[in-house]
């Protein structure tokens, strides 16, 4: 199985790419730019990876992305990942980044934004990967600001596939990114929210209404209400479900226990994710191998989790008829 689920070709839609920086390249980076760690070493900072809840991993996530300086590291950050996602035999990637994170600690956007692009050209090229680019905003931070930089990247709009919302759930509701995602429809960009992590399934309802999602990042709460779980199925929204993010998280107490057999029983369109590989325990193949496990999958119901996957993600349709 192991063998089988390697070879499958697959595709996450919810990846956070400041997720993927490896403690190993948090030091190479962090010394490259004479940045102090709060670790003495790799391993410290591993053990420092256990988390109470979102907002613990949130501040290790920010602080850790705080060695990306240049355009190189955007690069360095984002080509590390999609050669090891390659090796697991991930063949498209839609990808999360966080401009507010770097443009708070003063990186231009057109750093954030040369060093991604340039990676996932060299990615299309050399691995056969394909990189969609989600612009994520900060749903902790004013809407204002989020509304700001998505003007400051009017340079950047055709090469966007979709804008996003991410960082703490709890009280900021999608509610208060109207303004942001009207705009994002107006200038023709898809638009995709985490909802129903740790915030409640109400949230996942005003994401479809009032954002207009396509896609709901995580979404697991919505078994908490019947009408958010009746609209997710009569729209066939997609869900992007991280099953090692949420026992990390502590979302769900254990993989045995997590609802993703309940979602799937609910005829609902699930997708499978790693969300932040370098702090919850590994990227899509683990999470794949952590689902045989727990829930006993057969090849099937993988090949039917990516065929779904290839089908919705950000894939420009010549390659999505290659892929399927
Ligand atoms: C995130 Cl797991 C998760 N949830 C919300 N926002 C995030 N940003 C990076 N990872
Ligand atoms: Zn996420």
Known sequence: ???FLRSLPKAELHLHIEGSLEPELMFALAERNGIKLPYAS????KAAYQFDDLQGFLNLYFQGMSVLCHEQDFFDLA?????RASTEGVVHIDMHFDPQAHIQRGITLDVIMSGLLRAKQEAERSLDLSVGMIMAF???????????????AAPYWDQLDAIGLDSAERDHPPAKFVKVFNRAKEIGLARVAHAGEEG???YILEALDLLDVCRIDHGIRCLESDEVVER???QQTV?????????SLKVV?????HPLPALLDKGLNITISSDDPAYFGGGLLANHLACEKAFGWDEDAFIALNRNAITEAFVPKSRREDLL
């Open 79 to 83: 080509m590390d990942y999609f050669k």
């Open 253 to 257: 107490d254990e993989l045995n226990g």
């Open 232 to 234: 997710l199925y009569e």
């Open 138 to 152: 900060l749903r902790d931070r004013p809407a204002e600001e989020a509304l700001d930089v998505l003007e400051q």
């Open 42 to 45: 790799v391993d410290e900072a």
């Open 200 to 202: 409640p399934a109400s």
């Open 239 to 247: 869900l992007t479900v991280c099953p090692l993010s949420n026992v």
């Open 1 to 3: 199985m192991q063998d």
